[in-house]
Nanobody, 124 residues
Framework: QVQLVESGGGLVQAGGSLRLACIASGLTFSNNIIGWFRQAPGKEREFVAAVTQSVSLTYYADSVKGRFTISRDNAKDTVYLQMNSLKPEDTADYYC?????????????????WGQGTQVTVSS
């Protein structure tokens, strides 16, 4: 019922920008959290950013704070991740996730739904 679809990935030079979008359909009116995670080859999945549905609280990993901005458009059921000043170490598959009973936005295992991911490659 719930579907998350990511888009906006691609190849960009270091210092450039990309905007990822997550279209979330089928979510209820309960208080949901939408998060972005990323996973590079041979690495564990790591938290990037998250935003709450109701009061729009935001959370960021230290590695992206100041460069990435998460935002939401409830009318379009879409969450965005604006990525500026991209670095080669940002290269990864980026996943959108959603959950309604999340105590720790950093914890991937607390999210209930996941998208298929979108690839981001940053060249030096």
């Amino acid at each position: 019922q719930v579907q998350l679809v990511e888009s906006g990935g691609g190849l960009v030079q270091a210092g450039g920008s990309l905007r990822l979008a997550c279209i979330a359909s089928g979510l209820t009116f309960s208080n949901n959290i939408i998060g972005w995670f990323r996973q590079a080859p041979g690495k564990e999945r790591e938290f990037v950013a998250a935003v709450t549905q109701s009061v729009s609280l935001t959370y960021y990993a230290d590695s992206v704070k100041g460069r990435f901005t998460i935002s939401r458009d409830n009318a379009k059921d879409t969450v965005y991740l604006q990525m500026n000043s991209l670095k080669p170490e940002d290269t990864a598959d980026y996943y959108c996730a959603a959950g309604s009973r999340i105590r720790r936005p950093l914890a991937a295992d607390e999210y209930d739904y996941w998208g298929q991911g979108t690839q981001v490659t940053v060249s030096s």
